[in-house]
């Protein structure tokens, strides 16, 4: 058995982050850009949640999506904040008798609705191929699915690209793949 030290830590000592040490560019591999479920635990919020408590979780985690699942973790869609806006919880609650009653999957984009990219395809493609492929939506986040199990693998989040490609951007709820694509380019 060794016996470590311990020393003081020093007024200049500081908390790394992967980031100073990984250089992402249009070039990278897609993979460094997406979070793999198989790494890190999906952000998940119950589908009974209240819309009004899910924006609130969310503000508070700084996280702008969620996958949304039942309550025996089906996976049922997914809510981010353009979901969550106070105009889309409003008109909800004019259809029910208070805003407590407008839930998450209420305001949900149902599984049906989504589109992923193949787990396999990401794995060969570079993060441009992403940028241009997500060029012509209107997308602040896109699924990773493998279609050889069935499961949502990961997921590819505007602010992880932002952060990683270090594009000196502000992300508010017009900016999508589109805006990051053209930042990107300009860089």
């Given amino acids: ?3 470590l030290q311990l020393f003081n830590l020093d007024v ?16 990278s591999p897609a993979t460094t850009i997406f979070t793999d479920f198989k790494k890190h635990e999906a952000l998940v919020v119950d589908s009974d949640t209240s819309a009004e408590a899910a924006l609130q979780l969310m ?5 702008r999506m969620k996958l949304v699942v039942s309550q025996g973790d089906d996976f049922l869609g997914i ?16 259809k029910s008798n208070s805003r407590k009653d407008v839930l998450v ?4 984009i149902p599984k049906y609705r ?6 396999d395809e990401l794995q060969n493609a570079t993060v441009n191929d992403v940028l241009k492929a997500l060029d012509n939506y209107k997308l602040r986040h896109c699924l990773v699915l493998d279609r050889n199990s069935h499961h949502i693998r990961g997921v590819i989040s505007s602010s992880d690209i932002v952060r990683k490609l270090k594009l000196n951007m502000n992300l508010g709820l017009e900016n999508t793949f589109n805006s990051i694509y053209q930042a990107a380019h300009a860089a």
């Fill in 1 to 3: 058995m060794k016996n």
């Fill in 12 to 27: 200049t000592d500081n908390v790394v982050s992967p980031d100073e040490f990984e250089t992402t560019n249009l070039n």
């Fill in 59 to 63: 503000l508070k985690t700084h996280v």
């Fill in 79 to 94: 809510i981010s904040s353009n979901e969550l806006t106070e105009q889309k919880i409003q008109a909800k609650v004019s």
């Fill in 105 to 108: 999957k209420d305001l949900m």
């Fill in 114 to 119: 989504l589109h992923a990219f193949d787990f």
